[in-house]
Structure formats: C-alpha cells, structure tokens
C-alpha cells in the first residue's frame, strides 16, 4: 500500500539518523499502544461518572500515542469523531486513509449508550460533515457519469500535524437522551493546539469551564 510504504521508508530514515534512541521510543510507543487498546470497560460499574472516565481517559491516551507518532515519523495525521466512535488516519500525500501498521489508531467505538460531540472554536461540529462530496474538487461531465454514485473523499475534523501542532478542540462524553439519569453528566477533552490535553470532569447539567480556567488548568498540567 502507497501509505504503508511511504509511512516506513519515513520511519526508516529517522531511525538512520537517530540511532537506536528513536527504536528505543518507537518501541516505548508501542508497548503503551498495546497497554491502552487493552483497557476494558468494566460492566459491573453501574456509576456513570466512571463510564466516561474511562472512555476520555482512553481517547486521550491514544491522542498522546498518535500526536507522538506523527512528530518521531514526520507524517500529518487525522481525528475522525462520529457520534459513537472515532478512529485516526495518516495522509499519504493524496488522500487520509487508515494507518494498517498500527492497531492502537483503528476505529474505536464506545461503550452503548455513550455519545461524542465535537466542538471546534466551540461551534457543535455534524458528524455528516465528514464525508464531502469529491464532485467539489474534480471537474465531471455529467453524461459520463449519469446514474453513477458521487463518490467521496474523507476528510478529518481535527489536524495533527507533523511538528506537533493540532486543531484545537473539545470533545464531550456524554450519555445519550434514552439514559434516564438524575443528572445530566459529561467529561471534556480539551486541546489547545499543543499537549497535553486536559480531561475535565464530572461536569453535572450544562455545567462548563471558561477559558481562563482551561488555560490555567492545562498550564497547571504541564508544569508552567
């Protein structure tokens, strides 16, 4: 596969450069990939608070792992949330695809009853919005291709770039409509731009932080 390939011969050579110090890494990565794709939900907590816990507590440790990636190979990666699941992808130059070498960044789908909500400069971002019509970037001659399905090109919601950078975001876990709780709660995963994240939680009925306080409390995390 053109990724595959293009993903490696870019391993290969950082690992040229920097020894065995960066397999040493790449290895370290690997073992806290295999660590956190092993997290289980445990079925015999009934406490909702620990149910979203665990699930944002497990997206931020594959974000880390797939931010780290990106930076030690060099390569763009992406974030694709829907309204149950999400998944990261690697760009190849043309296009984003699945990254087939590493299993920690395959499709995650949370426990039932759990829901995502993305939010970009704080404007609630629709799952639908992740396919685009590839009729928008390549001209077509409409007899050609009357009665054929447009086809489509996925496009990621949250940039991870190579140098280390990424879309700020914040993504909400919630329980959907059809949990009767005597509370509405929710856990936040905030990014601003740079690591770490900040895990925010429990926030009980519409309860949120302001910027100030993400600020504060990201900086508070990071040591600063």
Sequence with gaps: MKFQSS???????????????????MLVMVLIGVIVSA??????????EDQLEQASA????????????GLLNNI????????????????????????PEQEVFQSKT????????????DLPIENE??????????????EDFRGQEKEKVIIPQVFLLSGGDFTSFKLRFAFSEEFELERATEYQVI???????????????????????????IAEKAGL
């Design 7 to 25: 993903v490696q011969a870019r391993v290969k050579l950082n690992q040229k450069s920097a020894g065995f110090t960066l397999i040493e890494v």
């Design 39 to 48: 997290v289980t939900f445990n079925p015999l907590n009934n406490r909702p």
């Design 58 to 69: 497990r997206f931020t440790g594959i974000f880390n792992i797939a931010a780290e990636y």
């Design 76 to 99: 763009e990666l992406g974030l694709i949330v829907e309204k149950d699941s999400y998944q990261f992808l690697g760009y190849d130059g043309t296009s984003w695809r699945p990254i």
């Design 110 to 121: 949370l426990p039932e009853g759990i829901e995502l909500t993305l939010e970009l400069d």
């Design 129 to 142: 919005q992740v396919l685009l019509e590839e009729s928008s970037l390549f001209a077509q001659d409409d």
């Design 191 to 217: 990014g601003l731009f740079t690591l770490p994240l900040k895990v925010i939680g429990p926030l009980y009925d519409g309860e949120e932080y302001d910027a100030a306080q993400i600020e504060a409390a």
